[in-house]
């Protein structure tokens, strides 16, 4: 049962455009979500976080927001550079520090 | 701190042996998982100990599969009789109070 979903395996994008990469969960008693980076042969990176009790969270070129409502997430790179090529995974946790994991979404960044 | 560390980073073995891996989390935290990434499954949790004690581990997939952490900074997963559908990266991961998690490097595991 995959309580959070990740509908696109993949996003190309130019540098210096935005990256939009979506996520959605079922499970209600989610309350905080987060998003990890992954470079091939490492360990995921966490990268930015948000609350439930927020909509939104910036941190530098990275954006989450978060929509309770329709039990959906996004994050925005704005702008996109070559580095930010890796695989992007949503989490979410309720209120132990479990963490449910996404598919991952691939993301490449052309020059 | 150089972060939680997992070894060995390649195991290859051959199905019907005892594999053995190994976590140092961060110093300091209270938390440590145990995670599994496969193609067909994504990463799934394992199990999870807090203050070393086992908490959950309804995620462990198999009776061949058991975990200990004896003290503060050192975890094993272990696997026996290792069987070819175990072949997956298996990744540790601590944090204190905060579901921010610390990942290590992870063990790749190839079972023959």
């Known amino acids: 049962d995959q309580q959070v979903k990740q509908n696109s395996p993949s996003l190309s994008v130019q540098e210096g455009r935005i990256s939009i990469l979506n996520c959605d969960y079922t499970?209600?008693?989610?309350?905080?979500f987060l998003w990890y980076k992954k470079y091939p042969a490492e360990g995921p990176t966490f990268l930015i976080s948000?609350?439930?009790?927020?909509d939104k969270n910036e941190d530098g070129r990275f954006t989450v927001f978060l929509n309770k409502s329709a039990k959906h997430l996004s994050l925005h790179i704005v702008p996109s550079q070559p580095g930010d090529s890796a695989v992007y995974f949503c989490?979410?946790?309720?209120?132990?520090?479990?963490?449910?994991f996404g598919a991952g979404t691939t993301v490449t960044v052309r020059a | 701190d150089a972060g939680v560390i997992q070894s060995p980073r390649h195991e290859v073995t051959e199905m019907g042996q005892e594999v053995t891996l190994r976590c140092k989390p961060i110093?300091?935290?209270?938390?440590l998982f145990w995670y599994r990434q496969t193609m067909m499954r994504g990463l799934e949790l394992l199990i999870y100990?807090?203050?070393?004690?086992?908490?959950?581990d309804s995620g462990m997939p198999e009776d061949r599969f058991s975990a200990k952490m004896p003290n503060a900074s050192f975890s094993t997963l272990k696997i026996q009789p290792s069987e070819p559908r175990d072949s997956a990266v298996y990744f540790c991961?601590?944090?204190?109070?905060?579901?921010?998690?610390?990942f290590g490097q992870g063990t790749r595991l190839t079972v023959v």
């Open positions: 991961a601590s944090t204190t109070q905060n579901p921010e998690a610390f």
């Open positions: 499970n209600s008693m989610f309350d905080y």
């Open positions: 948000i609350s439930s009790i927020k």
């Open positions: 989490a979410a946790a309720s209120n132990d520090y479990k963490l449910s």
């Open positions: 110093s300091g935290h209270d938390y």
């Open positions: 100990f807090n203050n070393n004690v086992p908490i959950d």
